[in-house]
């Protein structure tokens, strides 16, 4: 027993020597980020003739900018005016802007509404977001582009993440040469998940865009093509279009995690569990033991519920409201009776929702703070016999 106790400790302290430093990174990822005319119309400044969406954001500001990473799924192209929502959306510049600003870095823009507005509109939303210095992914305006910049590869604390994107489809509309949407086409993505793991990324990420508009459960199509991504290298699969949220599981033995939809971060859609969403955040730790030799694991995952608000006065302004917030807050922000009745529907739908069918993953209360390097492992934590 003194033996082995003692070979224990050894291998340990080991480990402590060879490990150069442990690192670890957070990451926020946030459902579709829409604009209906509704929206579009709560954002223009009349006096200042111009669109500003700050106030829609303030609130969940904390939690976005906290993450290391924040990612979200931009379902509106940024064709320019005029500027619609459904059914063929075109965002003002200013919401991308204040997207930045309130701390999103990576934008994926393979979705159902990417060429609302032809080619013209996927190019000018890259372009617009290459402008912002938003990294994006999912849509190009060539073959070559993708070629180049798929898988896309962020850095970030001592971590490099490759994420791909891809969507069921385009509404139907054509997507017209040379520009490129990625597809959720099985031969497809088992060739780019073997392009991205060659890489030697520390994580993979893949962010799809799929299932059935307004199902609360994921359908047999999402969870093949979840195993599939898995089985082929992703550690993390991201769903959005449901428009509502779906079930998060992590796999703490495969060092795995999805969440098959988070639902609408904003959206003009004021029915029943479309009026919200779920963020997923989850903690990464990295080892370094020597410069090629690293393991990187899933220390931590959680979900925040987000609901949106719509002022019941003549301005009918838009509001994200972090579930915490709401409920710590002495001072209702919410103020109308009507209003309070719909954001406890959403909460309780989907704590129930969550309660029932989520694997390993459960609510956090608190605002995220960027995580630090961490020191090396100190020796009074080596385990006493």
């Not at 013209?120 to 582009?145: A, C, Q």
């Not at 639902?263 to 963020?279: E, P, W």
Request: glycine share 6%.
């Amino acid at each position: 027993m003194i033996k082995t106790t003692l070979f224990s400790v050894l291998f340990f302290l080991t480990l402590c020597a060879s490990a150069q430093d442990t690192t670890r990174l957070s990451l926020m990822f946030v459902g579709d980020i829409m604009g209906h005319d509704s929206q579009i119309n709560s954002a223009y400044d009349p006096v200042a003739k111009k669109y500003d969406y700050s106030n829609c954001f303030q609130l969940i500001k904390p939690y976005i900018e906290g993450a290391d990473l924040a990612i979200g799924n931009l379902e509106v192209t940024l064709a320019g005016p005029p500027h619609k929502g459904y059914p063929q959306f075109s965002s003002p510049d200013a919401l991308a802007q204040t997207l930045k600003d309130i701390g999103f870095d990576v934008l994926v823009t393979a979705n159902n509404h990417c060429v609302d507005r032809g080619k013209k509109g996927l190019e000018r939303t890259i372009m617009m977001l290459d402008s912002l210095d938003i990294p994006h992914t999912g849509t190009f305006v060539d073959t070559v582009s993708r070629m180049n910049d798929h898988p896309l590869l962020v850095k970030k604390n001592g971590f490099t993440l490759a994420i791909l994107n891809y969507t069921y489809g385009t509404n139907g509309l054509p997507v017209y040469k040379p520009n490129v949407v990625n597809r959720l086409d099985t031969a497809v993505m088992r060739k780019d998940l073997i392009k991205a793991k060659g890489l030697k990324p520390d994580v993979i990420i893949v962010f799809t865009h799929w299932g059935s508009e307004y199902q609360s459960l994921p359908s047999k199509e999402q969870k093949n093509l979840t195993e599939l991504c898995f089985r082929h290298g992703a550690q993390l699969v991201i769903g959005a279009h449901p428009h509502v949220i779906q079930p998060m599981e992590w796999r703490k033995d495969k060092n795995q995690f999805v969440a098959y939809s988070l639902g609408n971060f904003v959206s003009g859609q004021r029915k029943r569990y479309t009026d919200g969403g779920a963020m997923a955040y989850l903690e990464l730790q990295k080892i370094n033991y020597t410069p090629d030799s690293a393991v990187t694991r899933i220390d931590s995952a959680a979900y925040y519920l987000e609901w949106v608000y719509r002022t019941v006065d003549a301005h009918k302004d838009y509001y994200i409201l972090p579930a915490p917030k709401v409920e710590t807050d002495a001072v209702p922000f919410i103020k109308d009776v009507t209003s309070k009745a719909a954001y406890k529907v959403f909460v309780d739908d989907s704590r129930l929702l969550y309660k029932k069918y989520n694997k390993g993953v459960e609510e956090s209360k608190s605002i995220p703070v960027p995580l630090q390097t961490s020191p090396e492992i100190p020796l009074d934590s080596i385990p006493k016999d």
